[in-house]
């Protein structure tokens, strides 16, 4: 499986009181890359007839990031998933190899047309299992 992957900046409304990126920030950048690396992967048929929430994070802040610095953020889909939900690991690396974030969310697919969870098809999974 090859890795997602998405430079990001850290901007001066990025950081809060204590100088560093604050902690919703992040999990904006987790929505953010989550959701590109959708778009960039799913059939656009898949992207039109279903949606994704997130049902649980779980983050480990592990280095402050200030403001100017640049992060590569990783995103990878390590395991199958299990009927409506599967897990996304991520990873926040700055450009001195040093990790800042590191975070697993659990996901769930959403039908558009009737607004619920269904079992994650199979061809929709593929493109993010294979590589």
Same mark, same amino acid.
């Given at each position: =499986?090859? %890795?997602? *992957?998405?430079?990001?900046?850290?901007?001066?409304?990025?950081?809060? *009181?204590?100088?560093?990126?604050?902690?919703?920030? #992040?999990?904006? #950048?987790?929505? @953010?890359? !989550?959701?590109?690396?959708?778009?960039?992967?799913? @059939?656009?048929?898949?992207?039109?007839?279903?949606?994704?929430?997130?049902?649980?994070?779980?983050?480990?802040?592990?280095? %402050?990031?200030?403001?100017? *610095?640049?992060?590569? !953020?990783?995103?990878?889909? !390590?395991?199958? %998933?299990? $009927?409506?939900?599967?897990?996304?690991? =991520?990873?926040?690396? $700055?450009? @001195? $190899?040093?990790?800042?974030?590191?975070?697993?969310?659990? #996901? !769930?697919?959403?039908?558009?047309?009737?607004?619920?969870?269904?079992?994650? %098809?199979?061809?929709?999974?593929?493109?993010?299992?294979? $590589?």
């Amino acid at each position: =499986m090859t %890795p997602f *992957e998405q430079e990001i900046v850290a901007a001066a409304e990025d950081i809060d *009181e204590l100088g560093h990126v604050n902690n919703a920030v #992040w999990v904006r #950048w987790i929505q @953010d890359v !989550a959701t590109a690396h959708w778009l960039a992967v799913a @059939d656009p048929a898949h992207v039109a007839a279903w949606l994704w929430v997130v049902t649980r994070h779980e983050i480990d802040y592990l280095r %402050p990031l200030r403001e100017g *610095e640049r992060v590569t !953020a990783r995103t990878w889909i !390590a395991e199958p %998933p299990k $009927g409506a939900r599967f897990d996304r690991h =991520m990873e926040f690396v $700055g450009t @001195d $190899g040093q990790l800042h974030v590191r975070a697993r969310t659990t #996901w !769930a697919i959403i039908d558009r047309a009737s607004g619920r969870p269904a079992r994650v %098809p199979a061809e929709v999974a593929a493109p993010f299992l294979a $590589g």
